[in-house]
């Protein structure tokens, strides 16, 4: 998922639910079959960390 997926998921999706203790999908990818679902009253943080596709060796 792009950065910028998650901002229109982020927007459309959870925001406006924010206070409902109904369940959501989160969007997955890559893993066929699987997916995950939150109640967005209970969300207190989210991290998101970036994914680097290049040769940079990291130590």
Not at 3 to 32: C, T
Request: charged share 25%.
């Amino acid at each position: 998922m792009t950065i910028q997926e998650f901002q229109k998921w982020y927007s459309n999706e959870l925001v406006p639910k924010a206070d409902s203790r109904d369940f959501i999908n989160v969007p997955i990818r890559n893993i066929q079959g699987e997916y995950m679902v939150l109640r967005p009253a209970s969300v207190i943080a989210i991290r998101v960390e970036p994914v680097f596709f290049g040769s940079v060796e990291r130590i």
